[in-house]
């Protein structure tokens, strides 16, 4: 990017005639952004990777280093057989009452039925509401860069390619989701069809979420963003570690015309694909709500629909019955012993 682009974009940040007094200021700003773009100073704090790295030495991200401790914690969480049971209960819509819609998502709605009822079981419920990514302005998934497909290792777990400082992509979000999808026992995703497919912030979700399976949970063996360490690393044997393997999951997708059921199947493919174990024909859900009918009533067609409600209670009931029957080994995962003849 020329440093003229990079001004013009720079200050789009500042268009109000409010912050004129302080362009001196924004200059001095700018000159200091520029500087860490031209030389490319993704990762300003750094600390050596330390004892049990491939390369002790290797400078690595603070941020990085603190997202993959609080997944070790999460990790340990999970493990405590004396901890409290947890749903992660997803919510797809990007639909708020404090977004150009003014109202809140069915979705929403949907989701308090199910939290209800899986608190009644005894789970500790922790709500992600994905909407939140249209309503706060400075919260971000940055979208994924496909590390994978040049090879598995570049591939970190946690991701490491956010946030870029050099670039300005902060703010990231996802070393937060981290430990939250990790330290859960059960997932939980009630979502809406957007144009046939999956909404936008959950589909930002999922692309980062490819380094929960096959990810490379250690930077310094391929120094980084290295290619060739990377490609020489997955030819010599890549073992592709699914790190949210055993916990149980349900999905449910409404819509009002079309799409909900290929979203409910790419939904639970995906969740199974990473190892998760589905809570049985309750969990797994695609509903019409107020089919062919207005927009605007579609609030009164899920008030009127009480039998999807039912249903949605009971797909939460389903994840908590197994959520219970899984930490008592009572739900196996079949074919866990089995070795997949060709791993990816």
Known sequence: MSREAFRERFRARFYDPAFRAEDAAIDRLEAIAWDAYSKGRKAPLTEKAGPGAADPDYDVSVEWKQARDAIAAAQRAHDDANAASRVLLVVGAARNDYTCPGEMSKSW??????????????????????????????????????????AMPLCHWPCSCYPNHSLGQVNDWMNALYPRWVRAHGVLIITPVYWYQATSPLKLMMDRLVCADGGNPDPSSTHGKKVPEAKALELRGWHYPKHLAGRVFGVVVHGDVAGIEGVRRSLSDWLGWMGLIEAGHPARLDRFIGYYA??????????????????????????????????????????????PPRPK
């Not at 939290?115 to 922790?126: I, K, N, S």
């Open 294 to 339: 207005p927009y605007a009533t579609s609030h009164r067609a899920l008030d009127a629909d009480t039998a999807v409600q039912k249903e949605v209670e009971n797909a939460g009931a389903a994840v908590a019955q197994a959520v219970h029957l899984r930490r008592r080994g009572e739900l196996p995962a079949v074919g866990d012993d089995l070795a």
């Open 109 to 150: 709605r949907m989701a308090s039925i199910a939290r209800a009822r899986m608190e009644a079981l005894g789970m500790e419920v922790d709500t992600l509401d994905l909407s939140v990514l249209t309503s706060d302005p400075d919260k971000h998934i940055h979208p994924c860069k496909g590390c994978v497909s040049t």
